[in-house]
């Protein structure tokens, strides 16, 4: 069965560290990916999303992420984290046309940033 | 604002009893889903639904149901024959190959 693994299920980071969240997923066909993020007390949004063409991504609030396909993964990464990118992040997998859609999701990684 | 719309934030269930969670989307996507969040497990689908009077079973649809009458709405209906209800219920949407758009959530609580 297809998953998807996150590496890390805490991280704990300083301001101005840099970031590196890992994923990889087990699917061999084409996909879709995402990282979503999950901000304490909010809801699911869209960091970033990759489809096809450059495999270095770049979302928003500084974040990029890099589909190496011969690695099955991608990460998710910015240079300096801030007090405020304190979340739960999430990779998620969908099978490109695929006939149910589905997003298939990591586990989550916690990030805490100490200001 | 297009979005997703759960209702209700909050909601408690008594042993053996059936509660129902509303998703409403005016984004006039066709496809919806219904996901679990549990701590450290990420979220699990629970059902979905491609177009309207049309839905399929998830990885983890034991105890649920759902109905897609409307393609605005699709109610989840946690029954009693769901052991560990307690948990944080995702509602989402998709259209075509555009990534997904979720709800706020409802969390639910046995007492």
């Known amino acids: 069965a297809q998953s998807v693994s996150q590496h890390n299920h805490h991280v704990i980071l300083s301001e101005a560290a840099s970031l590196e969240l890992g994923c990889n997923y087990s699917?061999?066909?084409?996909?879709?990916l995402f990282w979503y993020v999950q901000y304490p007390g909010q809801h699911l949004q869209l960091l970033l999303k990759?489809?096809?063409?450059?495999?270095l991504v770049k979302g928003i609030k500084g974040f990029e992420a890099e589909f190496i396909k011969s690695k099955f993964s991608f990460n998710l990464r910015k240079p300096s984290v801030q007090w405020s990118d304190t979340a739960e992040y999430f990779c998620?997998?969908?099978?490109?046309?695929?006939?149910?859609?589905?997003?298939?999701f990591g586990k989550g990684t916690k990030l805490s940033v100490k200001p | 604002d297009g979005g997703i719309t759960q209702s209700p934030k909050y909601l408690f269930r008594k042993e053996g009893q059936n509660v129902t969670l509303s998703c409403e989307q005016n984004?006039?996507?066709?496809?919806m889903y219904w996901y679990r969040q549990d701590p450290g497990q990420g979220l699990r689908l629970i059902y979905y639904?491609?177009?309207?009077?049309?839905?399929q079973k998830g990885d983890i649809a034991e105890g649920y149901s759902v109905s897609r009458e409307k393609k605005e709405s699709f109610p989840l209906t946690v029954t009693s024959a769901q052991k560990n209800p307690t948990a944080f219920y995702l509602c989402?949407?998709?259209?075509?190959?555009?990534?997904?758009?979720f709800g706020s959530g409802t969390r639910l609580t046995v007492v």
């Open positions: 989402a949407s998709r259209t075509g190959e555009a990534g997904y758009t």
């Open positions: 699917y061999g066909g084409t996909v879709n």
């Open positions: 990759y489809f096809s063409g450059d495999p």
């Open positions: 998620a997998v969908k099978r490109y046309g695929g006939s149910q859609g589905n997003l298939i």
């Open positions: 984004l006039n996507h066709d496809a």
């Open positions: 639904s491609q177009i309207v009077n049309d839905f």
